[in-house]
């Protein structure tokens, strides 16, 4: 067996290679990088071209140290791509004028390459080793940017933004590598969806998606899927927040951990919630959360009027709710790329599962037009949902012409300042009380025959609210009914008459 001495007993690289346009400020030397790694993978190739694809979706020609052997696996590759032979003798007709190649030795440096070539066993281990060493070279070259761009004193680039740009680059590059991009085989997209379609069958034919904690917007939805945009729109003093929390909170409570059915860790039940609130404060929306969970009406929380047992209660639902994994982010005007910075931080410190944005329009974004502003943040969310794969739930304001029609139920075409939010939802839930407007249209004490139809009217929408699923890209859309207690701020299930129990029991 011949011995590939790499290149004249020094592993480094011919002076034109740079890595991440760093090589002025990086030693070539100081890099981290495997020669006789990638001549035992380039030899397994040229030897045996069916190993080519065991190892083409773990790196590229970009992943190579030495630019010589990098332009050997780009013709090696583009000859196996046209199902033609990648061999020494093939490859020497496309490399004889190379100059890199004739430095170490020429068309004969092909033929100790394929000749030294131990095993084809061992090519994907050879492939990752070389990929995780190119990750080493690129953060390198990261951190270089990142100082370079931190010495230079310029307005167009404020230190905030430089550290919004350096932690999506980071994170670009730490999911490098974890999936395959591109096309995915019928196959692979196939295995995918019966693994969606086993988890929902593992939990009793329920569903594929996190649980809201609400049975019936449960049944329509299939649950929170992941890469999903949720819009959850309605007018002022709907419950809109109020609804997010609940399922914030439901979400976040049922939290466990552990092994999912395809091997994987992660969330077996319920999930790691993150929650913008743009509009109230974090200590707000936790009292939002207390009042629920401790069911003591919120105004008496504000007011501090409570009662011994009633402020125990309190402290104990505080007490129990330590735990949970809801992380809060009350921000307000955040850009829509800070925004998704943080998502991804929190992703990779404790895990996320499902993001609630509280609301869409206090958003910002960089375009100057209010509608094209709308879009982007719009698309922005989107591309957070299916970046992170996870369900994203952003709330929206609907115009004011719902106010105007005799039927103040909200449709789609009442989505507020842009038509991208209805494109790029996968789905829109409006939440609807009439009690609200019934309430306003009270008669005067002398029209009785009024009166009495207005408090029937009154006692069937008494505690009650709909959600209008306007749109669903991956289902049904329809309405589902839901309880609300005010004073709680609390959705709920709602028993229909056939579910009451008969009188006597």
């Known amino acids: 067996m011949n011995e590939i001495t790499p290149f004249n007993g020094d592993p480094q690289p011919p002076a034109q290679h740079s890595v991440g346009g760093q090589a002025d400020d990086i030693q070539a030397s100081e890099l981290p990088h495997s020669v006789e790694a990638e001549q035992q993978l380039l030899g397994a190739i040229l030897t045996n071209n069916d190993v080519y694809d065991k190892v083409a979706s773990i790196i590229n020609v970009s992943h ?26 093939t490859l020497k007709a496309f490399m004889e004028d190379d100059a890199g190649l004739k430095e170490l030795g020429g068309p004969a440096y092909l033929v100790k390459l394929a000749s030294a070539s131990i095993s084809a066993f061992a090519v994907r281990d050879y492939a990752q080793m070389i990929y995780d060493l190119a990750i080493r070279r690129e953060l390198i070259a990261l951190g270089h940017t990142i100082a370079d761009k931190a010495r230079r004193v310029d307005v167009a680039s404020e230190p905030k933004e430089q550290i919004v740009e350096a932690e999506q680059q980071l994170y670009s590059l730490a999911e490098q590598g974890q999936t395959e991009q591109g096309f995915k085989s019928f196959l692979r997209a196939v295995t995918e969806a019966v693994n969606v379609t086993n988890e929902a069958y593992q939990r009793g034919g329920g569903m594929a998606g996190i649980s809201t904690g609400l049975d019936d917007l ?31 909170f439901n979400v976040a409570k049922a939290y466990k951990r552990g092994a999912k059915p395809d091997g994987t860790e992660g969330a077996i039940d319920g999930g790691v919630v993150g929650f913008f609130s743009l509009e109230m404060s974090a200590e707000q929306l936790a009292g939002r959360i207390l009042a629920e969970a401790s069911e003591i009406s919120s105004h008496k929380i504000r007011q501090g009027d409570m009662t011994e047992e009633e402020f125990r209660r309190f402290v104990q639902a505080a007490k129990d709710l330590e735990s949970c994994p809801l992380f809060i982010d009350d921000t307000p005007a955040i850009p829509i790329s800070q925004l998704a910075a943080r998502a991804r931080r929190l992703k990779r410190t404790h895990g996320l599962d499902l993001l609630v944005i509280d609301y869409l329009q206090l958003c910002r974004g960089m375009a100057e037009n209010r509608v094209n502003e709308i879009a982007e943040i719009s698309m922005g969310m989107k591309a957070i949902a299916k970046e992170l794969n996870i369900p994203v739930v952003a709330l929206s304001q609907l115009s004011r012409q719902v106010e105007s029609r005799d039927d103040k139920r909200p449709q789609l075409s009442d989505l507020r300042e842009s038509g991208s939010i209805e494109q790029d939802a996968d789905v829109v839930m409006f939440v609807f009380r009439e009690e609200y407007y019934k309430e306003r ?65």
């Not at 890469?227 to 914030?248: V, Y």
């Not at 029937?456 to 009650?464: G, S």
């Not at 890209?473 to 701020?489: K, M």
Request: aromatic share 8%; hydrophobic share 40%.
């Open 64 to 89: 190579f140290y030495d630019p010589v052997h990098a332009r050997i696996y780009e013709v090696a590759a583009a000859r196996i791509s046209k199902n033609a032979l990648a061999s020494p003798v």
């Open 441 to 505: 249209e009270k008669p005067g004490d002398h029209e009785l025959d009024k009166m009495e139809e207005w408090k029937q009217a009154m006692e069937r929408l008494h505690a009650k609210a709909e959600v209008i699923v306007g749109k669903q890209r991956h289902g049904p859309i329809g309405t589902v009914e839901l309880s609300f207690e005010a004073q709680f701020t609390r959705f709920g299930n709602l028993a229909k008459a056939w579910q009451q129990p008969p009188e006597g029991y």
């Open 218 to 248: 449960d049944k329509q939805l299939g649950g929170l899927h992941p890469s999903d945009l949720l819009i959850l729109a309605g007018r002022p003093s709907m419950g809109k927040t109020s609804l997010a929390t609940n399922i914030a």
